[in-house]
């Protein structure tokens, strides 16, 4: 039997592309860094994150977008993306040299303790996803959810083959179910333990994450099996989505 490839990821975001259109859904990319927290903004999102913050960061147009999803020509929901080749260093040394410029740390202020994947296996040309929102009144269906994040992955598989995609969820949103919902497969609790967390962070977020292994795999099986991707479409224990 033929490995999964990047046809198989193709054909998924093709076939997230058809049931979004169905339901009146559609995907807008925008560099126009500035210009999409605007857009965030006046969808209810309060605040950018400092790792894709327009201000904190010098973004190539080549190596960071924002995604809208969309109703009728509106913005419903966003989500932003950077990417970072990360082949000298480990994620959890990025993480500690970047944090204290972030949040204007000294060394001992800074995260440590950092999740095995962080130390070992993250490494690569790595994608870190954030900025995940629904307007609140769009929030309540789990295909919309599905149909946006899975789009995600594998448009962002096809834009930059990544080793892998990662992203940030606070506990109580994972164990409510938010990591799965996005789409990734490894749920690691206590990603980054901080001596004293500023703004925004917790001890006991989950770093979840997906390596491209596991996105041509996924991909693969949810095109064949769409019915396993569009399954109860509730969100009885995933009310919200914000970070």
Not at 157 to 174: E, M, S
Not at 215 to 224: E, P, V
Request: proline share 4%.
């Amino acid at each position: 039997m033929e490995k999964p490839s990047d046809l198989d990821v193709a054909k998924l975001f093709s076939l997230c592309l058809e049931k979004m259109h169905g339901l009146g859904l559609d995907l807008v990319q925008t560099t126009d860094f500035i210009g999409a927290e605007a857009r965030a903004r006046a969808m209810g999102k309060p605040s950018v994150t400092p790792m894709l913050s327009s201000s904190l960061n010098d973004f190539s147009k080549d190596d960071a977008f924002w995604l809208f999803l969309q109703r009728n020509g509106r913005d419903i929901g966003c989500v932003a993306s950077r990417r970072d080749n990360l082949y000298s260093e480990t994620l959890s040394e990025y993480w500690t040299r970047t944090q204290r410029r972030y949040y204007g740390l000294s060394e001992a202020e800074a995260s440590r303790f950092h999740a095995p994947a962080a130390l070992h296996e993250i490494r690569g040309n790595v994608v870190y996803l954030g900025e995940f929102f629904i307007s609140d009144a769009s929030r309540g269906s789990r295909n919309q959810l599905a149909l946006f994040t899975h789009a995600l992955h594998s448009y962002t598989h096809l834009k930059w083959k990544p080793d892998w995609l990662y992203a940030f969820v606070r506990a109580n949103d994972n164990r409510r179910g938010y990591g799965v919902e996005y789409g990734f497969n490894r749920h690691i609790p206590l990603a980054q333990n901080w001596p004293n967390p500023p703004r925004g962070r917790q001890c006991g977020e989950y770093l979840t994450a997906i390596s491209s292994d596991e996105i041509f795999h996924m991909a693969a099986g949810y095109w064949r099996n769409p019915d396993l991707l569009l399954c109860d479409d509730s969100l009885t224990k995933v009310e919200k989505l914000r970070t």
